[in-house]
């Protein structure tokens, strides 16, 4: 069975930069695509970044240009580079993969800590 287990979170200042680390336990196949997303108190859950093979990575229009979502060949770590932090950008990350077309794995989540 696999795992996701996302690090790198923390206390950063607003200007700071973080970068976050997916790496997933077991053999991984059948990858469709890996992504970000995050879910900040009292809001919904939120798609921030998403990359699959063969295609340009995804970003939400609020992180376009401050952050990028990279993984390593293997597809068993995805990362998200973050920088010009902003206090809104405070909320616990997620990493998800995709699999077959239809199975979503999780992670439990880093939080992520912007002050201003």
């Known amino acids: 069975q696999v795992h996701l287990v996302e690090s790198g979170g923390g206390l950063v200042q607003a200007g700071g930069s973080l970068r976050l680390s997916c790496a997933a336990s077991?053999?991984?196949?059948?990858?469709?695509?890996m992504a970000w997303y995050r879910q900040a108190p009292e809001k919904q859950r939120e798609l921030v970044a998403l990359?699959?093979?063969?295609?340009?990575?995804y970003y939400a229009r609020s992180v376009k240009g401050r952050f990028a979502i990279s993984t390593n060949s293997a597809n068993s770590t995805v990362y998200l580079q973050m920088n010009s932090l902003k206090p809104e950008d405070t909320a616990v990350y997620l990493c998800?993969?995709?699999?077959?077309?239809?199975?979503?794995?999780w992670g439990k989540g880093t939080l992520v800590t912007v002050s201003s």
């Open positions: 990359i699959s093979s063969g295609s340009d990575p």
């Open positions: 998800n993969y995709r699999l077959y077309g239809s199975i979503n794995i």
């Open positions: 077991g053999a991984i196949f059948g990858v469709d695509n």
